[in-house]
Nanobody
């Protein structure tokens, strides 16, 4: 299972740090988000070795990192904008298939 935490309400320009904890042999792949009325989109991905990739709109503002010893992945979000408001999910994979967490809500007030 995947469990996200760290969401909340923040003013534009503020920061939040999201955490994703994985159980068992699930390898966390990255973070996605879904805003109301929109499709889920990828935000940031990270490989087991730490190679990262970011959606263009968050480059320079978000940083994804992982702690392999704890099997956790983090998303440090800074300079938040109203358009970052969404339900943020982490996605993982194991030999059994793909996994999603329940999501953590990020709301940025302008």
């Amino acid at each position: 299972q995947l469990v996200e935490s760290g969401g909340g309400l923040v003013q534009a320009g503020g920061s939040l740090r999201l955490s994703c904890a994985a159980s068992g042999s699930i390898n966390i792949l990255g973070w996605y988000r879904q805003a109301p009325g929109k499709q889920r989109e990828w935000v940031a991905l990270i490989s087991s070795s730490g190679t990262t990739g970011y959606k263009d709109s968050v480059k320079g503002r978000f940083v994804i990192s992982r702690d392999n010893a704890k099997n956790m992945v983090y998303l440090q979000m800074t300079s938040l904008k109203a358009e970052d408001t969404a339900l943020y999910y982490c996605k993982g994979q194991s030999g059994s298939g793909l996994y999603w967490g329940q999501g953590t809500q990020v709301t940025v007030s302008s």
